[in-house]
Every structure is written in structure tokens, then in C-alpha cells.
């Protein structure tokens, strides 16, 4: 068996700061490693559903150039209600709107 230097130099220093054998160090990582591996597979596979209802996936464009649109859409929609609220606001203070100046 081949075991890189420098990891197996860490092995024999936990070893040694915690009153092991290298021997029941390698051993306890092998164990540690199995049983990781059994419980990975043992456990039964969950879908994560992160937005939607994956039957309809081919309804909507997640294209880079439809997301774009989709924000500055969204962005524009934003600043119109934003002006809106600005005008009426000025308004019922009795302001005149800017002649753009």
C-alpha cells in the first residue's frame, strides 16, 4: 500500500497526540469511510424541488436571453410605478411636475 508522505506524517501525529497506534488510526478512517459509504446508499434519494412544478420544466425559458428580458421588464415596470407614486406625491403637495429641466 502507498499512502501520500505528508498524509500519513499527519496520521502518526494524531496517533501520537491521542495515544494511538497508527495501525488503529488507519483502521478507525477505513471503518469511518465504509460506514459513510453503506449509509450513503442506504438512504433513499429526495428530489429537491427549487421552484415550480418540474412537470411543466419546458413552460418556462430560463434562457440567459429571457431572463434578461424578464428583469428589464421588471426593472422598467419598477420605475414607472416608482415615477407614478413620485407625481402624485408632488402633487397633493401642490407641486407642479418638472418640465424636465
Do not use: C, Y
Amino acid at each position: 500500500m502507498r499512502i501520500d508522505e505528508a498524509l500519513l506524517n499527519e496520521a502518526k501525529a494524531f496517533a501520537a497526540r491521542n495515544g494511538r497506534t497508527l495501525n488503529s488510526v488507519m483502521e478507525d478512517a477505513l471503518k469511518q469511510l465504509l460506514s459513510r459509504s453503506d449509509r450513503a446508499r442506504e438512504r433513499a434519494r429526495t428530489e429537491l424541488i427549487t421552484a415550480g412544478d418540474p412537470r411543466d420544466a419546458g413552460l418556462v425559458d430560463w434562457s440567459p436571453a429571457a431572463t434578461t428580458e424578464f428583469l428589464l421588464e421588471d426593472d422598467f415596470d419598477h420605475f414607472v410605478e416608482v415615477e407614478r407614486r413620485a407625481i402624485a406625491g408632488r402633487e397633493r403637495a401642490g407641486q407642479r411636475p418638472s418640465q424636465g429641466r
